[in-house]
């Protein structure tokens, strides 16, 4: 087999564009990518939806942390429909509107009422004298796309970890079916790190002894945990662990069973 030869369709790589592993956007640790011939333009193309899905749940953490977005632009929130968050000159700047009718946010931009959409926050103000909070909760990992983009940081980790001719494997086919066109189900267990700074870090894969790999990633303060063996052979095991380790908080399988 040719060695440019793209991880997910298989076909040829023509060598130009490199695929940064985890988004840029979130900040990639330097030289954390594969190169054009080993994911090529198309998909690199094609696939940049995903990256976005993993970036939009990461959106208020990596603005807070001052994460620049692609190509070093300003960190800023702007895919809330109701919020927009930018850097001022004072520092992070947030504009909520929970009115019925657009208004003008602090950087002058047009601001979309709350109509509940998915990416809407309901928010909540209270002031005690000078002191004013607004609280919101924000759903994490949902997003069907959400997983499927974390399913690719893993799968692209091995190709980085153990070598593209690895991952071009038949053995991945339904993990690369999963990320590519979204069919058939994918699991990934999740769960807090010890501490709550800003961190991104790939470890290498664990190898099991029937010859099956698992990842094991950060995102922020989220760590995650992929299979990526062809049935999710060791899914169950892992959350048996986690159970035992960690008891029935601290932890959860996407998608969430409803």
């Not at 564009?17 to 985890?22: A, F, G, N, Q």
């Not at 990320?179 to 189900?185: A, N, S």
């Not at 470890?203 to 990842?215: A, L």
């Amino acid at each position: 087999m040719s060695s440019d030869i793209c991880i997910w369709c298989l076909q040829h790589a023509d060598g130009k564009d490199e695929e940064h592993i985890i988004p840029e956007a979130l900040g990639c640790p330097p030289g954390f990518v594969l190169p054009g011939t080993v994911v090529c333009r198309k998909c690199n193309n094609g696939l940049a939806d995903l990256d976005s899905a993993v970036i939009d749940e990461f959106d208020f953490r990596a603005f807070m942390a001052g994460v620049p977005r692609k190509k070093g632009r300003p960190p800023a929130v702007r895919s809330r429909g109701n919020v927009v968050g930018t850097i001022e000159k004072d520092g992070p700047a947030i504009s909520f509107n929970m009115d019925p009718v657009p208004v003008t946010a602090h950087d002058g931009s047009r601001l979309a009422p709350y109509r509940g959409s998915k990416r809407d926050i309901r928010a909540t103000f209270t002031h005690d004298g000078n002191l004013a909070r607004i609280s919101f909760d924000v759903p994490f990992g949902q997003n069907r796309k959400f997983l499927r983009g974390i399913t690719k940081i893993a799968f692209s980790s091995l190709a980085y970890f153990l070598g593209a001719q690895l991952a071009r494997s038949p053995a991945f086919f339904s993990v690369r079916r999963f990320v590519k066109h979204g069919e058939g189900d994918r699991h990934v267990l999740i769960t807090s790190s010890d501490d709550n700074h800003y961190s991104n870090c790939v470890w290498p894969p664990y190898i099991s002894p029937s010859g099956d790999y698992t990842v094991t990633f950060r995102l922020a303060s989220i760590k995650f945990l992929v299979d990526l063996s062809e049935e999710e052979s060791y899914i169950r095991t892992f959350q048996a662990t986690a159970q035992k380790c960690l008891g029935e908080k601290n932890w959860c399988i996407l998608p969430v069973e409803a």
